[in-house]
């Protein structure tokens, strides 16, 4: 009995001098490990937005491994198979097309590592491919486009040509916000789009192409929709050069409301831009935590955003995070 009494001191003795010893961390839980492919950098909105993922997860206590696709799919599928190969706790990635993720996401839903969407969504038949996507209603966007103009050109009867600028080919904002603008406007015949051209959300290109539309069209243009502020501000920079004025010669219709549109409405060089918020990573760290953490999650969560037109640039700027 004696001899018991001693070994369970001993033991106790030797718990208490290891805990003093080892530092605190020692018992502290392991960090959740998020892999995050991201589409690129092609935008002001897309920094802003990698900055609130790397932020966030910084603040959460997430070990975060991020990787830059550089717009390419193939490298978003090579991350994403690296991450399962590292044995990540959750993976999140903003696919920079719709179409082509099953089997890579079947890959690893068989590792057991849940997938988060943000920003973008994908076109998959399975939706259990994914647990949750946190992002923007791009139609809605669309929509909200569509109905500025009609608003803004209400009583006016002869045509209006509009030449659209898109985004990247086959991306969900480019398909949608494409899909929410025409279902708007098809309602009244004047409206009619008489260029449409991808610009690849960048400004280079959105530049170069509104070139193009310029020498094609000539002062035919009444409206430039660009899929985001980026390819607006290139192609503000065209018509200048072609010796028009922005958003008075043609109405300029824009998405993302990034500060870069602000000081463009600010100087009256652009009418309006629909606010598509890049601010994801709270929101996503939590998802991260909570999947980790075996709760539900909500399968769909829609980023709330506004509209904001020029007359109302200068009064909200000061407001703007991004
Ligand atoms: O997916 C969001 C879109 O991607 C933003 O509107 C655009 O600026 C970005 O590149």
């Known amino acids: 009995m004696k001899r018991i009494q001693r070994r369970t001191l001993v033991a106790t003795l030797a718990t208490a001098s290891l805990a003093v010893l080892l530092p605190a961390t020692s018992f502290a839980q392991k960090p959740i490990v998020l892999g995050f492919s991201q589409v690129g950098a092609e935008s002001e909105w897309r920094t802003a937005n990698t900055e609130s993922v790397k932020a966030s997860a910084k603040d959460a206590g997430i070990d975060l491994k991020f990787s830059d696709a550089q717009q390419k799919q193939e490298n978003q599928i090579k991350a994403i198979r690296s991450f399962i190969a590292q044995k990540v706790d959750v993976i999140a ?123 094609a069209e000539g002062k035919n243009i009444n409206v430039l929709y660009a899929h985001n502020d980026d390819m607006a501000i290139g192609a503000i920079q065209a018509i200048e050069e072609a010796g028009l004025k922005p958003a008075k010669d043609i109405t300029i219709i824009s998405v993302d409301a990034v500060k870069g549109a602000f000081e463009a409405m600010i100087a009256g060089k652009m009418n309006v831009s629909v606010e598509c918020s890049p601010l994801l990573g709270p929101q996503l760290m939590q998802i991260v935590k909570d999947v980790k953490a075996g709760k539900p999650v909500p399968k769909r969560i829609v980023t709330q955003e506004g509209i904001f037109p020029m007359e109302t640039a200068a009064q909200e700027f000061p407001k703007r995070k991004y």
């Open 93 to 215: 990635f903003s696919p920079v097309v719709e179409s082509g993720w099953e089997m890579v996401l079947r890959e690893a839903k068989a590792a057991k590592i849940p997938v988060v969407l943000t920003d973008r969504s994908v076109n998959v038949k399975d939706d259990s491919l994914y647990v949750s996507f946190l992002g923007s209603d791009f139609v809605e966007e669309g929509r909200k486009a569509g109905r500025w103009l009609v608003e803004k050109t209400k009583g006016q009867s002869g045509t209006v040509n509009i030449v659209e600028l898109q985004g990247t080919v086959g991306s969900a904002p480019a398909i949608d916000r494409k899909k929410g603008f025409e279902e708007i406007i098809k309602a009244d015949p004047k409206f009619k789009i008489v260029r449409s051209q991808t610009g690849d959300f960048t400004r280079a290109k959105g530049k170069e192409v509104m070139e193009a539309f310029l020498k």
